[in-house]
């Protein structure tokens, strides 16, 4: 849609009042990143449920899966 509306990710970043220049578009995991990110939300007492990590934190839960196969086993190798 974005690139339908505004013509690129860029444009509709701006027409949503995101500066394009500084918002990254991909976040590139791997395991540590996720391990550490598994750790500060944890830290932070948020609920490590794999139903709410899907809701606030998907790109997290989907990296969890793809590197560790499933978000009990990036859970398990965060320590928590």
Same mark, same amino acid.
């Given at each position: !849609? ?6 690129? %990710?860029?444009? $509709?970043? #701006?027409?949503?009042? *995101? /500066?394009? /220049?500084?918002?990254? =578009?991909? *976040? ?5 990143? !996720?391990?550490? /990110? !598994? ?8 609920? =490590?449920?794999?139903? /709410? *990590?899907?809701? #606030?934190?998907? $790109?997290l839960h989907a990296a +969890? *899966?793809?590197?560790?196969? #499933? %978000?009990? +086993? $990036? =859970?398990? $190798?965060?320590?928590?």
């Open positions: !849609i974005s690139k339908r509306m505004f013509g690129s %990710w860029p444009r $509709a970043l #701006s027409a949503a009042g *995101i /500066d394009p /220049d500084t918002e990254t =578009l991909h *976040i590139k995991w791997d395991k540590e990143s !996720i391990v550490w /990110d !598994i750790r500060q939300l944890d830290a932070d007492g948020s609920d =490590l449920g794999s139903r /709410d *990590i899907q809701q #606030s934190e998907p $790109a +969890a *899966i793809r590197h560790f196969g #499933s %978000w009990r +086993a $990036a =859970l398990n $190798a965060a320590g928590v």
